[in-house]
DNA sequence: CTGTTAGCGCCTTCAA
DNA sequence: TTGAAGGCGCTAACAG
């Protein structure tokens, strides 16, 4: 379906009698055009109800004022706040924002690279998916100095930008809180573990356990896919083990989630049995009873920063393109938590 | 930040010695080309690596293959689901998608308009934001033949297409379900009645009651904002009054959780002394205790069917443009759900 | 079946 | 401070 025909700065400069170039470097507002001129053109181009063909411009200028975003899935929390975050900072600065999703699946991940690079867009962040372990897809844009920033899930192996939560504080955190309540046999159900955010929470957990002279259990220590199935699995193994932990630290919502849900099915009282933390960021957490006592992250303020990071890089105000952000995360004890 | 120098169907025309448009036919599978030739090109294509420039290409056909979406906002579950549906379908059909959020607000909306008429988007799908009255930004596309498609909250003024949920059909079975569960005086915490959607469930919830002979009791009738702050005052207003309702229909999420968060707070007994069905899309819903019953709908349903209609529109495949498309609702009882 | 030609609307040298 | 001219890469007449 065809548009109709538009104004076009020719349109302008017929009416003005000037050239359109004049018109071009006015509206761009080009420092070797009279302020007069300026104003005219502005005026008119007002008058007319003139609309800039972003589409010549970037077939001009060959850069799209738009920014692409590979997620693995939006309908998580922390993803979605994330793209609220990358979304109001590049709309801000003028750009445009095309998003897709991974669906944590390494094949449709190298789809999106493809998409947004068919797209031309002037630079990428990227979360990646959970099984992704071959990181080549990537490089349709580093080899082409397309900017790439990774967020939360990153990827060592390229060198580029990052904007990580502090996991390993995380993890810390969630374990000696649980400690200061009095739970010796503290069980971890962590993530895959070629993932750095997991690879950092069990450190973080090992390193308070650590601290407090708490022996470190193997069998404590699953490492799960994190699909509620596994969680629900794990808290089977868990609760029902012949010599049950005394606290749960899980690394992600969905098994802390599968926790109660296991126990609520089964009949198992959690708050007198049990100290659970979750690491979450669904906003669902405080509806919870008995409530998790979670590591929050803002998944805004991680898009937000990844965002800068990737219009710096763009504009070329940085030289640094391997800088490494890490943001802070907060213990959340709810009212109701457990206590043992 | 420029990208170097790509290949171009010339270049492809070039190591073929024929022409360019030969290569652009092949390359678009014009009928008018032999396979051979067709065979040939696209083999070169590979061999140069070449990747078609749709910035050229938009900029020439006027069409960008891009379509916008306008949403309250991506973090609540129904709205995220509805754009991996509107993704996906749109992806496997070539478009692209451009998401803005309205954050419920009618100005922010009109701002997204203007960024999405300013991207040349082909079609636009919208569902609008909680204080939209007027809806005249929404005829910068109507006046140019922009195709326009609503979903969930729609806007009946404009003549566009529309898919919707069956609101109606979900109030009347949320009310019915508490009748059939002995409850009597039913409360219904409402939402803006400028919406279709709270308006619907409104009304099927006042047929149910009319079916069964229940009394009507205005004051059993909130029309709220619903949000958070709101929710809670509600909740307040129905548990702590004199003569408490025995079972609560809340229109959306957010009241019926603040319903059990403020029971819980003050120390109320949801299960023994009230039934809740909330009109949910939550993924949450499942985890809540005690349990909510609720109305469910897909917004990935939703989604598709608004991306097949636009589509269709788009690419002129049927005549009618005011179609309205109504999606089932489904009652979902939990098991540990309230027994009066 | 294929080639030639002429732009889409804008930006950017280069020249004035 | 402005104008003229050319071209970004592709497609769509119009010719053969």
């Known amino acids: 379906m065809k548009k109709e025909s538009n104004i076009t700065i020719h349109d302008i400069a017929k009416a003005l009698n000037v050239s359109g170039s004049t018109v071009s470097r006015a509206l761009n507002d080009n420092s070797r055009i009279s302020d007069r001129t300026k104003k005219a053109v502005r005026n008119m181009a007002k008058k007319l109800g003139y609309q800039p063909n972003a589409l010549a411009s970037n077939l001009r200028t060959s850069c799209t004022n738009t920014i692409g975003v590979i997620i693995p899935r939006i309908s998580r929390y922390f993803f979605s706040s994330a793209i609220t975050g990358i979304e109001e900072l590049a709309r801000k600065k003028g750009y445009n924002v095309i998003i897709c999703q991974s669906n944590d699946q390494e094949a449709r991940e190298a789809d999106c690279v493809q998409t947004l690079f068919a797209s031309r ?175 929050e992250q803002s998944g805004f303020d991680v898009g937000t920063k990844a965002t800068e990071l990737l219009l710096d890089i763009i504009t070329n105000k940085t030289g640094n393109h391997q800088e490494t952000i890490v943001l802070p995360v907060k213990l959340i004890e709810r009212e109701s938590s457990n206590k043992k």
Chains 1, 2 share one sequence.
């Open 121 to 295: 867009v002037d630079g990428v962040i990227s979360s990646i998916a959970i099984n992704t372990k071959n990181y080549d897809h990537y490089k349709t844009f580093t080899n082409r100095n397309i900017p790439l920033v990774f967020f939360d899930r990153v990827c060592e192996e390229l060198e580029t930008s990052q904007v990580v939560v502090d996991d390993f504080k995380g993890g810390f955190l969630a374990a000696e809180h649980l400690i200061s309540k009095g739970c010796k046999r503290i069980a971890h159900i962590s993530g895959p573990q070629h993932l750095n955010i997991y690879i950092n929470r069990l450190q973080g957990y090992l390193k308070a356990l650590r601290k407090h002279d708490i022996n470190i259990e193997e069998d404590l220590i699953i490492e799960s896919p994190l699909t509620r199935e596994d969680g629900m699995a794990c808290a089977k193994k868990l609760l029902e083990s012949a010599n049950p932990p005394d606290a749960i630290f899980a690394a992600n919502d969905t098994s802390a989630l599968s926790i109660i849900i296991y126990a609520k099915e089964n009949g198992i009282r959690i708050p007198e049995d049990l100290a659970i933390v979750g690491f979450s960021n669904e906003p669902f957490s405080e509806y919870l009873n008995p409530s998790l006592t979670t590591i």
